[in-house]
T-cell receptor, first 111, second 114 residues
Framework: GEDVEQSLFLSVREGDSSVINCTYT??????LYWYKQEPGAGLQLLTY?????DMKQDQRLTVLLNKKDKHLSLRIADTQTGDSAIYFC???????????FGPGTRLSVLP | GAVVSQHPSRVICKSGTSVKIECRSL??????MFWYRQFPKQSLMLMAT?????????EQGVEKDKFLINHASLTLSTLTVTSAHPEDSSFYIC??????????FGPGTRLTVL
């Protein structure tokens, strides 16, 4: 079946860039997402990328997609303490439907 | 963005009791809501899809008699864990589908069964 993998932990210093990586197995994935989960809060959609794109930038966030290698990354520039959270990678064939989530990467931002 | 709430946020219960978790879309109507289960260090696993006014669709391996879902209105879906056991302890997250098919997630409910 489909599978989405992420490393579980990442620590960076405040002001540095963070890069969170994700790999997936479903070649029919059309949409790839990054969600942020803060303690006590629901998952918040940060951004998504359509599979015919290889990059999407939104302010401090840059998403890179290597469709050949089925590799997705999220780069957060100038990481702040408020960026500390769990980041989930997810994929689906149709937008907003039948998500397959990764296990989440816990980002810790050190002062 | 749209807001989805869950109640309670945490619940501790004795083995054999039933627990009801509510999921509400606060500022939009959701004909479809989803229930997920999240184990520590693992991804969210879809348990069931709840459609207003009809029976829920359960994913393979999820016991429908164990996890009762009721989607009585366009803003409320409930998940009842019946005769809970320690292995049911988990983090349960709901989401509601708004316009444009985007899913908005609730904050989750942590269930601990003693």
């Amino acid at each position: 079946g489909e599978d989405v993998e992420q490393s579980l932990f990442l620590s960076v210093r405040e002001g540095d860039s963070s890069v969170i990586n994700c790999t997936y197995t479903d070649s029919s994935s059309t949409y790839l997402y990054w969600y942020k989960q803060e303690p006590g809060a629901g998952l918040q959609l940060l951004t998504y990328i359509f599979s015919n794109m290889d990059m999407k930038q939104d302010q401090r966030l840059t998403v890179l997609l290597n469709k050949k290698d089925k590799h997705l990354s999220l780069r957060i520039a100038d990481t702040q303490t408020g960026d500390s959270a769990i980041y989930f990678c997810a994929e689906s064939v149709n937008y907003g439907q039948n998500f397959v989530f990764g296990p989440g990467t816990r980002l810790s931002v050190l002062p | 963005g749209a807001v989805v709430s869950q109640h309670p946020s945490r619940v501790i219960c004795k083995s054999g009791t039933s627990v009801k978790i509510e999921c509400r879309s606060l500022d939009f109507q959701a004909t479809t809501m989803f229930w997920y289960r999240q184990f520590p260090k693992q991804s969210l696993m879809l348990m069931a899809t709840s459609n207003e006014g009809s029976k829920a669709t359960y994913e393979q391996g999820v016991e429908k008699d164990k996890f009762l879902i009721n989607h009585a209105s366009l803003t409320l879906s409930t998940l009842t864990v019946t005769s809970a056991h320690p292995e049911d302890s988990s983090f349960y997250i709901c989401s509601a589908r708004g316009r444009d098919n985007e899913q908005f997630f609730g904050p989750g409910t942590r269930l601990t069964v003693l």
